[in-house]
């Protein structure tokens, strides 16, 4: 299993304490892997702090189950690798996010059946119960077409925010002033 907390520099200790309780007790039994971020997590086997794209990647390839915060990339990656990922959304209201846009979103997509939604430690058990007892119910079919647009989508953002950068480096060396050159000669002349 593989659990994803994102790179996020707000701490996710809820999550973890979630985990770190529940893994006590099956130990043995789940080979987890923790990608932690700025989070402590002590008692916790295979936890690292931050995974590069291509050890992600291979991560969430080899896991059974997905839990991940409410990360939009992170819940797109997971979908990709045809998992139906188990979601816990960051809460602003505890110090673990600075906004409510990963409750938000995750709530949409759980309503849509797109993930596993999670906002407390009971759902979260209850899904990683579900999650061991049937590893099918949080499949999903991948859509190779479906993730070749998103591919492209994400290429030609990242030109688009490429020429703006560029745009931007510019305009910070043009000067926002412009010389007094005197008075224009051909003024005042009547043609």
């Known amino acids: 299993m593989l659990v994803a907390v994102g790179t996020d520099r707000h701490p996710f200790d809820r999550l973890v304490a979630w985990l770190r309780a529940w893994y006590a007790e ?4 789940v080979v ?7 989070t402590r997590v002590a008692g916790l086997p295979d936890a690292v702090p931050f995974l590069g794209h291509a ?4 991560a969430m390839a080899q896991a059974d189950l997905v839990v991940c915060h409410g990360g939009p990339a992170t819940i797109l990656e997971a979908r990709r690798h045809g998992h139906l990922p188990i979601v816990v959304p960051r809460d602003p209201t505890r110090g673990e996010h600075v906004d409510d846009h990963q409750q938000l979103f995750a709530r949409r997509l759980g309503a849509a059946g797109l993930v596993a939604l999670c906002e407390s430690r009971q759902d979260l058990l209850a899904a990683l119960a579900a999650g061991l007892a049937d590893r ?9 077409e479906a993730t070749d647009g998103q ?6 953002v990242g030109v688009i925010v490429e020429e703006l950068v560029a745009a931007a480096a510019q305009r910070r060396h043009r000067p926002w002033w ?7 000669p051909d003024e005042g002349r009547n043609p």
Not at 55 to 58: D, I, K
Not at 136 to 144: G, K
Not at 178 to 184: M, Q
């Open 26 to 29: 099956m130990a043995g039994e």
């Open 32 to 38: 987890l892997t923790v990608q932690h971020g700025h």
């Open 55 to 58: 050890e992600l990647q291979a």
């Open 178 to 184: 412009r010389p007094w050159r005197g008075p224009d």
């Open 136 to 144: 099918s119910r949080f499949t999903v079919t991948v859509d190779t």
């Open 151 to 156: 591919r492209a989508a994400v290429r030609r």
